[in-house]
């Protein structure tokens, strides 16, 4: 009975703590002896997400944001624009001393400093340069600049057209200019020797032999592998290695009419065999775009340049 009465003791005083833990609950440190798991918790505040606004590159036209959304985020309490606070643009941070005279923050282009833009006046008679270089935040991506405006004083332009690669038939369409970091387009007054603007490849050299470009291209193409002549005559290895780089060979050059295989690897001295050689070189394009105007507005002596992008938004300022 003893054993009996001491074993319904142990039972009642089990009941009276779990009815009691049922009531108020268990104590904050109460360990079930898990691993050392704690019965409670600890709550935590998750920190509120801010978003920044960012410029986007996307593969053709960038997606941007309107300037009015960028100037809410940019300064969400209202105060005055004039307010010396950082503003941000995309990736740039932009103080009121930044924004040239006469412009106000809602006048300025997401694309504030990302393109860089210089000019040589030229003189009556020379053509001008006015030279667009890409210097973006960041190394990828690619920026249409096809349509933005170009200002002076006393008149203005449009950027223009071009081809990326010029096929030998010079049928390519000309496209929209995408100007990546790094990249430099320079527009002439004068006319386009071939009636086109182009992009710079590794062989356009060679179309300075039929045509008279200014300024003048630049003459660096692939130079002759000596493996492919080795087994030439003497006569046509000292040919080919006489004639300077992208110049074509004459139309009647000191060859026997009978040395058939020197003549023919002499007729592929020329843009189209180069191009068919080398258009799958990894440097065979150039950073740099030409293009013609056929306008003539700066000022020879003193001018303000402005470029616009396509929402009218100033990018670039330049004066001399």
């Known amino acids: 009975m003893q054993h009996f009465g001491f074993l319904f003791f142990v039972i009642l005083i089990a009941i009276l703590v779990f009815y009691a833990f049922f009531l108020y609950g ?71 001393s930044q924004i040239p005279p006469g412009f106000s923050i809602r006048d300025i282009s997401p694309y504030f400093g990302q393109i860089k833009l210089s000019a040589y006046p030229g003189a009556p008679g020379f053509y001008s340069q006015i030279t667009l270089t890409g210097n973006f935040p960041v190394s990828g991506g690619s920026l249409n600049v096809t349509g933005w405006l170009m200002k002076g004083n006393r008149g203005s332009q449009y950027v223009p057209q071009a081809v990326d690669v010029y096929d030998p038939s010079g049928m390519t369409p000309q496209g929209d200019i995408y100007m990546k970091n790094g990249d430099m387009l320079s527009i002439y007054s004068n006319s386009s020797a071939i009636g086109i603007n182009f992009r710079l490849n590794e062989c356009m050299g060679y179309l300075a032999n039929t045509n008279n470009f200014v300024p003048p291209l630049n003459f660096s193409c692939p130079t002759t592998d000596r493996s492919e002549i080795i087994n030439f005559t003497g006569q046509c290895q000292n040919y080919v290695t006489s004639l300077n780089s992208c110049q074509m060979p004459a139309p009647n050059p000191p060859i026997s009419i009978y040395d058939y295989s020197c003549r023919s690897y002499l007729d592929k001295l020329n843009y189209g065999g180069c191009f068919s050689k080398h258009r799958s070189d990894y440097n065979f394009l150039s950073n740099q775009w030409y293009a013609w105007s056929g306008s003539q507005f700066l000022d020879f002596q003193h001018d303000r340049l402005l470029l616009f992008d396509s929402n009218g938004l100033l990018v670039a300022e330049y004066t001399y």
């Open 26 to 96: 268990t104590p904050q440190k109460f360990n079930l002896g898990l691993g050392g798991y704690q019965a409670t918790t600890t709550a935590r505040t998750a920190p509120i997400a801010q978003t920044v606004p960012r410029q986007t590159y996307i593969s053709g036209t960038p997606a941007v944001q309107s300037n009015d959304q960028i100037s809410q985020q940019a300064n969400p309490t209202g105060a005055d624009a004039s307010h010396p606070t950082p503003t941000y643009y995309g990736r740039l941070n932009l103080s009121p």
